[in-house]
């Protein structure tokens, strides 16, 4: 496996279930990333993990857990969503350079729908 | 914070024929520039970025952007569409954000359509 894999690609989900999605990067990067993908929206950020410590959580509802054991690994848990929770949630990660840009390289991103 | 604003939601094109898709950010502090394009189920890949130097600069499949401060603009070109550039196109600008980590703050999206 090469980049950023994702798993699973496609998954539907009942609003009392409870899953997790699954993020793994091959690139020996320090910073991994969730982000929510909705139709004519922005990207919107949701966590940020770097050196394995969160530093970003964009007032993300809390049904939302996200966890990173390690540098490859990034998981997002998810429990009693909602309809509108629906969308493409795609992994990032990138070497963290505090003196200059950090280009993110992208998974090809879980579609989520909730019924 | 930064903004990034692409006016122009879809941009339809016949194939050979030039194309520009535009896109302005709202600071005009130092800032690094991206684009990216994304393939139907597919994740983003980067097509090109602008850090310092050159105002004009080139990236993959034949695209360039003209970083243009003054406009606080990064519009991006190719002088030659294919069918196989059919794909969403984001504009993305760094920034700090009160966390002092840099972060990517998007644009909505271009959906670039290329037809015979």
């Known amino acids: 496996e090469t980049g950023v894999t994702q798993t699973p690609r496609h998954l539907v989900m009942g609003m009392t279930n409870k899953k997790s999605l699954k993020c793994e990067q091959h690139l020996g990067h320090n910073a991994m990333y969730w982000y929510k993908q909705s139709a004519k929206k922005p990207l919107e950020l949701m966590f940020v993990?770097?050196?394995?410590?969160?530093?970003e959580n964009n007032s993300v509802p809390s049904r939302f857990s996200p966890e990173c054991p390690n540098s490859s690994h990034l998981f997002l848990h998810l429990h009693t969503l909602q309809p509108e929770d629906s969308a493409l949630y795609l992994c990032?990660?990138?070497?963290?350079?505090?003196?200059?840009?950090?280009?993110?390289?992208f998974g090809p991103g879980t579609r989520l729908t909730v019924l | 914070a930064q903004s990034v604003t692409q006016l122009d939601s879809q941009v339809p094109v016949f194939e050979e024929a030039p194309v520009e898709l535009r896109c302005n950010y709202s600071?005009?502090?130092?800032?690094?520039l991206f684009w990216y394009v994304q393939y139907p189920n597919q994740g983003l890949q980067l097509l090109l970025k602008y850090l310092s130097g050159s105002t004009l600069v080139k990236g993959i499949n034949g695209f360039e952007a003209e970083f243009n401060k003054s406009q606080t603009s990064f519009h991006l070109r190719k002088p030659s569409v294919h069918i196989s550039d059919t794909a969403e196109y984001f504009c993305a600008v760094s920034d700090r954000g009160n966390t002092g980590f840099q972060k990517l703050v998007f644009g909505t999206g271009t959906r670039l359509l290329v037809s015979p």
């Open positions: 600071s005009s502090v130092s800032v690094y």
């Open positions: 993990y770097s050196l394995e410590e969160r530093v």
């Open positions: 990032a990660s990138s070497q963290v350079l505090r003196s200059s840009y950090n280009e993110q390289f």
